[in-house]
């Protein structure tokens, strides 16, 4: 957790508050008032949160640098720190575990991007295939038609969720309501510029159609692209050979040139996909979280990467 690091530049506010109110805050039981911290379910939303909180919340996330969000288990650690925070920021319908404790926190406040973004539903019909007569307690499967939490991978949805948060934030705390707004309105026009870029890099592409390893990237569907995945919801799913013969057909038929993987997980599937079907592999991030590798790069860095990475793939 970067938590211990990201502690210092509020031991100011920390002691004050921990002068100011005493005994009767520092029971954990009685929840959170007080707080100094907002929890974010995965790298995405934290990465809003912090701009939006600035110096005035510390922004921990439940997710471990490194780790696959979808199927996050809370620890104690994680508990702890939910339970004592000011703000659980999380989207249903991504996290089971998260979900859960969402449903079972006390005292501390909630807001779930999936009831201030406007989601849209998948729709994608191999995966609609591949998880027919799949187990429904299988954690990672889902029904399709439920909408898709991945976001973070348009701007603009990202901005409305930073709104959002300066909202929420502005009650938790009045005092810096001023701020907030106007961090989030900065994210806003950091988002929107980044909006721009993605449709006119996108605009003048030969290829449009577009193979993942998950079904993290159906809102680039906004920017008039077709998404198709090897895995359906789940990262780290097998494959049948039925869908990889289907994705084949598809890269033969639309003259794609590259298969991505994705960075928390295995690249096997889009490397054997790739080799089957002699084209190229390369990673694009669904920015689910950050690795060692992309330790030094945010949000807004790696949707350049990816945009850079779908230009070169799809000719654009
Ligand atoms: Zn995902």
Redesign the pocket.
């Known amino acids: 957790m970067t938590s211990r690091r990201a502690l210092l530049p509020a031991t100011a506010a920390l002691a004050l508050a921990l002068s100011g109110c005493g005994a009767l805050t520092s029971d954990s039981t009685s929840g959170s008032e007080g707080s100094e911290t907002v929890v974010a379910g995965l790298y995405p939303l934290q990465y809003v949160a912090q701009r939006v909180a600035g110096d005035a919340f510390e922004v921990e996330n439940l997710t471990q640098p490194g780790g696959e969000p979808?199927d996050l288990e809370l620890g104690i650690g994680q508990t702890a720190a939910l339970s004592d925070a000011a703000l659980l920021v999380y989207v249903d319908s991504?996290q089971p575990a998260v979900d859960e404790a969402a449903e079972e926190v006390s005292g501390t406040e909630v807001l779930d991007a999936a009831t201030v973004v406007d989601l849209i539903p998948f729709e994608d019909e191999h995966s609609d295939e591949e998880h027919e007569g799949e187990d429904e307690d299988d954690h990672s499967g889902h029904d399709h038609g439920e909408l898709d939490p991945?976001f973070w991978l348009d701007p603009l949805r990202m901005a409305d969720l930073g709104d959002a948060v300066a909202e929420r934030l502005a009650e938790i705390d009045p005092d810096e309501a001023d701020s907030f707004e106007e961090r989030a309105a900065e994210l806003r026009s950091d988002l929107e510029t980044l909006d721009g870029e993605y449709t006119e890099g996108l605009a003048g592409c030969e290829i449009r159609t577009v193979v993942t390893n998950?079904?993290?990237f159906g809102y680039l569907e906004g920017y008039d692209l077709e998404l198709a995945s090897i895995n359906g919801?789940s990262?780290d799913a097998e494959p049948t050979p039925a869908a990889l013969a289907e994705l084949q057909d598809l890269i033969e038929d639309t003259g794609i040139t590259t298969v991505f993987s994705e960075s928390l997980v295995s690249p096997q599937a889009a490397e054997v996909l790739a080799a089957d079907a002699g084209v190229d592999t390369a990673v694009l991030d669904?920015i689910?979280g950050l690795t060692d590798d992309t330790a030094d790069e945010d949000y807004l860095s790696l949707m350049r990467s990816n945009l850079a990475a779908l230009q070169e793939a799809n000719r654009c």
């Open positions: 979808h991504l991945h998950h079904d993290a919801f990262p669904t689910e």
